[in-house]
């Protein structure tokens, strides 16, 4: 793994850490297990397995966008709601193999967030988060009046109708699980990939960006279509296992609530922080949520408190005290030992 | 003819609410740079707390509503300079997330503090019949005397904010650390303390927002983010920094959702959404920009 940059002159750049090496290979182990669920495992934990397989892919976007982009959006419940609703389309409407068209749809929600964008980059900061409120609000509106698409009150994805139960349930925890595994590694790709560093750039200073020869505005609109796709992606497998969708569950801004959620107290702007925030948001969810409003109440405050006191989330403060690095994203520079031979593998 | 003079009479005292929605938002957008993504519940909050405070004493309903207004007033300025001064002024800075957060956190546990309160019913303060008056104004036309009142009300609030803000001291220091937060301390500001006082002040907007909102219709929990929207989009609409505009924006989105209501009921906020949206591209600094 690791680049030897310039090996002569008495350092390498080094991209990996020793936990990402191990990491790497339990997630694999990890990922392994994971799939041969459907194999043995209970209906019910798959199911709980593919909600949070949406919310991870979801929070993993929208940490990607607010987090590396900048761009806190807290309407990216549009795209969830049209991924989900483009399957629905699909499926109900043409004939679309509804697995199939899970892809198809993350890509039509993209294609959709491009004259969005023409839109929601009119305004900055605060007043883009509520721009783009506003235009999930838009979609929402325009569904609930399609009568062909339920209305208000939604409708019932009937393409699944003459699969196999035990067939449609695998075949959903695969793609739920390979979604979240490949929205993990692309935006690690992403990062590590020469427009990251420039995104990363970005981050710290628009300005100085531009002036080095980054093309700010198109790495953002870049940032903002992928994250789009994401959840679309998210969308369409979150209603392909609900089998039912209305404009109100899938434009509602809970899901954008819940992704910052996740993502702040897992710790923005690392890759591991909404994995872990998904995995704190399970169980709090799994042992709290019987307390109905003041299970929300304690998740306000718990993100208020994180976002003050601890702005570097969970991940952030483990990472600063242990040094550890699974997804390592920066180049570090090792210097050689100078008695010691340079000669490498 | 007529029902349409008489809609777009309507949308315009509507707008006077909207704008009495947006003046506080105004203000915090202009003085700090701050998106108070709980706003709209704290206008329901306010409704909240004037419901409750107007039953407390047992007076007459036709002043009830008067009193729990003013008792409100005190408590909202005292909640608001509290609420920046311990918690939104850490969170300001380059990086919007933190106070973006923050708020949306607030808004949570708003709304669901209220529900666990007052449960999911819609409530309305009680105001002796005056949400049911109405003014004949000739011609076949009438209008609502406490629509009326509460867009007269806009008006004098846009013109007391505007004027707050040209001509007093208080106005010269939010226009001061607006402009530059580091030179306004080097003159003996102090900004944490001006932060406070104008989050302070938008908290007595939304106090008189919230009780009127309250007595003209009924409210609930979960009614915040639409009236936020709105008074965001009032303020987009009207351009930053203009109290004036501010008014025009509201009164432009309530006669927008006005029309949209009559020409179908399933649409009139979506129009609404649309007018805002087709500002965005036509003039994306609102119609009367002042500061950016």
């Known amino acids: 793994m690791t680049t030897h940059a310039v090996s002569d002159a008495g350092f390498d750049v080094s991209r990996a850490t ?52 900048g761009m806190v959006s807290i309407g990216q419940q549009a795209f969830l709601g049209l991924g989900g ?77 003459g699969i196999e139960k035990a067939t449609r349930q695998s075949i959903t925890f695969w793609l739920c699980l390979a979604g979240a595994v490949a929205s993990v590694a692309l935006v690690y790709w992403f990062l ?45 497998l979150y209603f392909l296992g609900n089998l039912r969708i209305s404009p109100d569950a899938a434009f509602t801004v809970n899901w954008t609530a819940f992704g910052i959620f996740i993502v702040v107290i897992g710790g923005i702007g690392t890759i591991e922080g909404p994995i872990i925030g998904v995995i704190l948001f399970y169980l709090l969810n799994k042992f709290f949520s019987d307390y109905g409003t003041w299970y929300l109440v304690g998740l306000g405050l718990l993100a208020i408190v994180v976002t003050v006191r601890f702005p570097r989330g969970l991940w952030g403060w483990m990472s600063r005290r242990f040094d550890l690095h699974f997804f390592p994203v920066q180049r570090r520079l090792v210097l050689h030992e100078p008695d010691k031979d340079t000669s490498h593998d | ?37 709980a706003h709209g519940d704290f206008i329901i909050l306010a409704a909240f707390g004037a419901f409750s405070l107007s039953l407390a ?51 949570i546990v708003i709304q669901n503090l209220l529900q666990e309160t007052y449960s999911a019913d819609p409530r309305s303060i009680e105001s002796g019949g005056l949400n049911t008056a109405s ?16 867009f007269l009300v806009a008006v004098g ?10 001509r007093t001291p208080i106005g010269r220091a939010f226009r001061a650390v607006s402009d530059d937060k580091d030179a306004a301390e080097l003159m003996g500001l102090d900004h944490r303390h001006v932060y406070a006082l104008a989050t302070g002040i938008a908290f007595l907007l939304v106090a008189v927002a919230g009780t009127l909102h309250g007595m003209k219709t009924t409210v609930s929990p979960a009614d915040g ?68």
């Open chain 1, 85 to 161: 609703y483009a399957l629905l389309v699909m499926g109900n409407f043409f004939g679309v193999n509804p697995f199939l068209a899970v892809p198809i749809a993350a890509l039509l929600t993209m294609l959709v967030a491009l004259p969005v964008s023409q839109l929601a980059f009119r305004l900055q900061g605060g007043y883009f988060a509520i721009g783009t409120w506003v235009i999930s609000e838009v979609f929402r509106l325009s569904i609930a009046n399609v009568s062909a698409v339920g209305g208000g009150s939604g409708t019932s994805l009937t393409a699944l109708r």
């Open chain 2, 225 to 292: 983010p639409a009236l936020l929207l709105y008074a965001f989009e009032a303020v987009i609409i009207g351009g930053m920094g203009s109290f004036y505009g501010t008014l025009a924006g509201g009164i432009i989105l309530g006669v927008t959702q006005a029309v949209g209501f009559r020409f179908d009921p399933g649409w009139g906020i979506w129009f609404g959404h649309i007018v805002f949206l087709m500002m965005l591209v036509v003039r994306p600094s609102g119609l009367f920009p002042k500061t950016r």
């Open chain 1, 192 to 236: 590590r990939s020469r427009q990251g560093l420039a995104l990363l750039a970005i981050r710290d200073s628009e300005v100085a960006a531009e002036s080095q020869g980054v093309n700010v505005h198109a790495t953002k609109l870049g940032v903002y279509l992928v994250a789009a796709f994401g959840a679309g992606l998210a969308g369409a």
């Open chain 2, 135 to 150: 003014v004949a104004l000739g011609g076949g036309l009438a209008v609502g005397t406490l629509p009326l009142l509460i």
């Open chain 1, 18 to 69: 020793r936990a990402s090496r191990i990491g790497g290979v339990f997630a694999l182990v990890l990922i392994a297990f994971l799939a041969t669920f459907p194999f043995w495992a209970d209906a019910g934990w798959m199911r709980e397995f593919n909600e949070m397989a949406c919310y991870l892919i979801f929070a993993m976007m929208w940490n990607l966008l607010a987090g590396y982009g």
């Open chain 2, 57 to 107: 004493f047992g007076l007459p309903p036709a002043a009830a509503p008067w009193l729990a207004m003013g008792l409100l007033l005190p408590i909202a300025f005292g909640a608001g300079y509290g609420l920046q001064r311990v918690l939104l002024n850490h969170t300001l800075g380059r990086d919007p997330l933190p106070s973006l957060v923050v708020t949306f956190g607030l808004a």
């Open chain 2, 1 to 37: 003819m007529l029902g349409w003079i008489d809609t777009i009479l309507q949308g315009v005292l509507l707008g006077g609410l909207y704008a009495l929605f947006a003046m506080g938002q105004s203000l915090m957008f202009g003085v700090m740079r701050l998106t108070n993504t």
């Open chain 2, 157 to 166: 609030m846009a013109i007391g904010m505007q004027m707050l803000f040209d």
